[in-house]
């Protein structure tokens, strides 16, 4: 039995067309499945508690994007007895990208009918005061959490998706917010042990994948199956150096300039001069001046193209 959680609104409504191709296929082949579409925020979530606080093995199959995905695993009890599908049908398509899942949802869906590679990933951990928020990307304080949550209020994503441009939303508003960012100081510290001061930080973030933005290869190293997060953090630079810097990520060359620094780690404390946005997987969700980054103990197992 396949559980398919579908976001029919992903990229501006292609949700729902892919789903009635899969759902086609699925019929034609007297494929066992249920279906659960989504209508609002964080429904996503609900479907995936319902369908997993049995304990039972379960395969869970999200057509939708980073963001349905970061719901789904939101959700999910029991991390170790799912088995997840992915078709990709997002903007930004990170976690597919990062996990080189193919972009066709026809041939994806044959390979989750048919699976023959798996790989065990894990999923992130973001505390802020007495909330725990998983993700399955990454999770950044400071100004990728402000272009993430520009990017969601304005609807200039929205606006771009129907241009078929949806990928360039997070470059755009990126470009515009460096602008008028003030970089701020912070205090990060590694496996509760090696404390280390910047001034003027632009962003710091906790990469369980490589890319994040749509495409920006933050951290080119990152490995999903490692029980280790990479952070990323950039400080101690002009803004021009920052806006010029941008671009190189797309390739990963960014990482050869001073001012950027990458570490890993299994747990990360970040202390801001001042609140400052933070977001799980694109997804703005508080203000705060403390995050602390770990992974969750036990892996969940996603079927590969």
Same mark, same amino acid.
């Given at each position: 039995?396949? +559980?398919?959680?579908?976001?029919?609104?992903? @990229?501006?409504?292609?949700?729902?067309?892919?789903? !009635?191709?899969?759902?086609?296929? %699925?019929?034609?082949?007297? &494929?066992?499945? @249920?279906?659960? %579409?989504?209508?609002?925020?964080?429904? *996503?979530?609900?479907?995936?508690?319902?369908?997993?606080?049995?304990?039972? =093995?379960?395969?869970? $199959?999200?057509?939708?994007?980073?963001?349905?995905?970061?719901?789904? $695993?939101?959700?999910?009890?029991? &991390?170790?007895?799912?088995?997840?599908?992915? &078709?990709?049908?997002?903007?930004?398509?990170?976690?597919?990208?990062?996990?080189?899942?193919?972009?066709?949802?026809?041939?994806?869906?044959?390979?989750? %009918?048919?699976?023959?590679?798996?790989?065990?990933?894990?999923?992130? @951990?973001?505390?802020?005061?007495?909330?725990?928020?998983?993700?399955?990307?990454?999770?950044?304080?400071?100004?990728?959490?402000?272009?993430?949550?520009?990017?969601?209020? *304005?609807?200039?994503?929205?606006?771009?998706?129907?241009?078929?441009?949806?990928?360039?939303?997070?470059?755009?508003?990126?470009?515009?917010?460096?602008?008028?960012?003030?970089? #701020?100081?912070?205090?990060?510290?590694?496996?509760?042990?090696?404390?280390?001061?910047?001034?003027?930080? +632009?962003?710091?973030?906790?990469?369980?994948?490589?890319? =994040?933005?749509?495409?920006?290869? +933050?951290?080119?190293?990152?490995?999903?199956?490692?029980?280790?997060?990479?952070?990323?953090?950039?400080?101690?630079?002009?803004?021009?150096?920052?806006?010029?810097?941008?671009?190189?990520?797309?390739?990963?060359?960014?990482?050869?300039?001073?001012? $950027?620094?990458?570490?890993?780690?299994? #747990? *990360?404390?970040? !202390?801001?001069?001042?609140?400052?946005?933070?977001?799980?997987?694109? =997804?703005?969700?508080? #203000?705060?001046?403390?995050?602390?980054?770990? %992974?969750?103990?036990?892996?969940?197992?996603?079927?590969?193209?």
């Amino acid at each position: 039995m396949y +559980f398919f959680i579908v976001n029919p609104n992903a @990229r501006t409504g292609l949700g729902l067309k892919v789903w !009635h191709q899969v759902e086609a296929v %699925l019929k034609t082949r007297n &494929i066992s499945y @249920r279906a659960y %579409l989504t209508r609002y925020p964080e429904h *996503a979530s609900e479907f995936a508690c319902k369908l997993t606080e049995s304990g039972e =093995e379960r395969t869970l $199959v999200i057509v939708g994007g980073d963001g349905t995905i970061n719901e789904v $695993v939101n959700g999910i009890q029991n &991390i170790s007895k799912i088995t997840l599908g992915y &078709i990709p049908i997002g903007s930004s398509n990170d976690f597919a990208r990062s996990m080189g899942l193919v972009k066709d949802p026809l041939i994806m869906l044959e390979q989750i %009918l048919s699976p023959e590679n798996y790989a065990y990933i894990n999923i992130g @951990r973001c505390s802020y005061g007495s909330t725990v928020r998983r993700f399955a990307v990454s999770s950044g304080i400071g100004f990728d959490a402000e272009v993430c949550f520009h990017n969601t209020s *304005a609807g200039i994503k929205r606006f771009l998706n129907k241009l078929k441009l949806g990928k360039l939303s997070y470059t755009g508003v990126a470009l515009y917010l460096i602008l008028a960012l003030r970089p #701020r100081s912070m205090t990060l510290i590694l496996d509760d042990s090696r404390k280390l001061k910047f001034q003027k930080v +632009f962003f710091a973030t906790a990469m369980n994948q490589r890319y =994040e933005g749509g495409g920006f290869r +933050f951290c080119p190293a990152a490995d999903p199956g490692d029980d280790l997060l990479d952070i990323i953090l950039i400080s101690d630079m002009p803004k021009l150096k920052a806006l010029l810097l941008l671009p190189t990520a797309f390739k990963g060359w960014h990482t050869r300039f001073k001012g $950027v620094y990458i570490y890993t780690c299994r #747990r *990360a404390k970040l !202390h801001s001069q001042t609140n400052l946005c933070i977001h799980t997987d694109g =997804e703005p969700i508080t #203000r705060s001046d403390s995050v602390c980054y770990t %992974l969750e103990p036990e892996k969940i197992r996603l079927i590969c193209s």
